[in-house]
T-cell receptor
Framework: DAKTTQPTSMDCAEGRAANLPCNHS???????VYWYRQIHSQGPQYIIH???NNETNEMASLIITEDRKSSTLILPHATLRDTAVYYC???????????FGTGTRLKVLA | NAGVMQNPRHLVRRRGQEARLRCSPM?????VYWYRQLPEEGLKFMVY????????ESGMPKERFSAEFPKEGPSILRIQQVVRGDSAAYFC???????????????FGPGTRLTVL
């Protein structure tokens, strides 16, 4: 079972920032935190990953707490197309054996 | 720059038949992973292969399931004598790097939806 904890669902108004939290309290050492999303029933789509520092790319920002036990994915200006299930991958799952939890079902509202 | 390709996208089989799912990794990727997703659940790791080798099959049922990644051609996930409980979406992912400490970005295909009647 995944050792990450995410809210089951969240709503966000279109154009507003969506902040999706994830607890990964068992993280240690040099384990990366990965975020993916799954739109409808498509294959998971990579969003972002990080180790210690905050990260930003064209899709999102990732804020990792100093103790690395939790992180927040930020979609700065959510659109309807961002409606999806967002997965924080269990960083203790190893370098290749991704463990997906149940994720957060984000619904962006018009 | 083609992504990970999977075929067929949809597969219907009757109980007892065989299902063959194919996965072509991204160009230059020699590491392939198979995951299964039951309805309303997250993806579950099944097997990790490098060219001609099975590295980790700990998530794959011991019976009826097998996987291969030959030197030439796509990776194949084979399910013999399918049962209704095998109905699921099967996703393949590939990566460029050899699995190493900490970092391993995987790129996923669109999946094959298997329905067992």
């Amino acid at each position: 079972d995944a050792k990450t904890t995410q809210p089951t669902s969240m709503d966000c108004a279109e154009g507003r920032a969506a902040n999706l939290p994830c607890n990964h309290s068992t993280i240690s050492g040099n384990e990366y935190v990965y975020w993916y999303r799954q739109i409808h029933s498509q294959g998971p789509q990579y969003i972002i990953h990080g180790l210690k520092n905050n990260e930003t790319n064209e899709m999102a920002s990732l804020i990792i707490t100093e103790d690395r036990k939790s992180s927040t994915l930020i979609l700065p200006h959510a659109t309807l197309r961002d409606t999806a299930v967002y997965y924080c991958i269990d960083p203790t799952s190893g370098t290749y054996k991704y463990i997906f939890g149940t994720g957060t079902r984000l619904k962006v509202l018009a | 720059n083609a992504g990970v390709m999977q075929n067929p996208r949809h597969l219907v089989r009757r109980r007892g038949q065989e299902a063959r799912l194919r996965c072509s990794p991204m160009k230059g990727h020699s590491h392939v992973y198979w995951y299964r997703q039951l309805p309303e659940e997250g993806l579950k790791f099944m097997v990790y292969l490098q060219k001609e080798n099975i590295i980790d099959e700990s998530g794959m049922p011991k019976e009826r399931f097998s996987a291969e990644f030959p030197k030439e051609g796509p990776s194949i996930l084979r399910i013999q004598q399918v049962v209704r409980g095998d109905s699921a979406a099967y996703f393949c992912a590939s990566s460029l790097r050899q699995a190493s400490v900490g970092y391993n970005e995987q790129f996923f295909g669109p999946g094959t939806r298997l329905t067992v009647l």
